[in-house]
T-cell receptor, first 114, second 115 residues
């Protein structure tokens, strides 16, 4: 079975400061990894994904994430946040055998303070 | 391309009633998945339909069901509603797989409130 842990339920950060949102996963098989963002009253938007290859993945809106196999982590980072980054962020995994269901973490609420 | 559309966006029902939610996928996407999002349980996978067949199912009671039509549009139905069914129901349509990976695109969701 797969599981995803997002250690921080809420992260407040000042505008233009860097931020890291943490994600750890557990799986007995190889997985693909994703970060999604959810703005108020909207669905989920894909920020970035890790499939294979380089462990540093760049996504939209200036976000990047680093895959660490030994620590089973996939932390999301942004060097300088904006007010518009205030949203809920979800880490997710899916197994690599063609299954089409995502397992999500519980989410991290990022609040950017002016 | 138009995105994933879900109707209605908001719905209020009474305990014991049933409800049907609709999802229209992105043109060309044949796979549709449904998720339930609640504050307590987070985002949970309900089921996936591909070519009018349920291909994968999460751990939900039989009151939750779905179907897919020949044009890939999908509906989900919840019978005998309970207060705990109040949630945001998200639909996602998927690209044809590349290297075993389906990339999911989410709709805005239907907010169901059960009173």
């Amino acid at each position: 079975a797969q599981s995803v842990t997002q250690l921080d339920s809420q992260v407040p950060v000042f505008e233009e400061a860097p931020v890291e949102l943490r994600c750890n996963y557990s799986s007995s098989v190889s997985v693909y990894l994703f970060w999604y963002v959810q703005y108020p009253n909207q669905g989920l938007q894909l920020l970035l994904k890790y499939l294979s290859g380089s462990t540093l993945v760049k996504g939209i809106n200036g976000f990047e994430a680093e895959f660490n196999k030994s620590q089973t982590s996939f932390h999301l980072r942004k060097p300088s946040v904006h007010i518009s980054d205030t949203a809920e962020y979800f880490c997710a995994v899916t197994i690599r055998t063609g299954a089409n269901n995502l397992f999500f973490g519980t989410g991290t609420r990022l609040t950017v303070i002016p | 391309k138009a995105g994933v559309t879900q109707t209605p966006r908001y719905l209020i029902k009474t305990r014991g009633q049933q409800v049907t939610l609709s999802c229209s996928p992105i043109s060309g996407h044949r796979s549709v998945s449904w998720y339930q999002q609640t504050p307590g349980q987070g985002l949970q996978f309900l089921f996936e339909y591909f070519s009018e067949t349920q291909r994968n199912k999460g751990n939900f009671p039989g009151r939750f069901s779905g179907r897919q039509f020949s044009n890939s549009r999908s509906e989900m139905n919840v019978s005998t509603l309970e207060l705990g069914d109040s949630a945001l129901y998200l639909c996602a349509s998927s690209t044809p797989p590349t290297g075993g990976l389906y990339e999911q695109y989410f709709g805005p969701g239907t907010r169901l409130t059960v009173t």
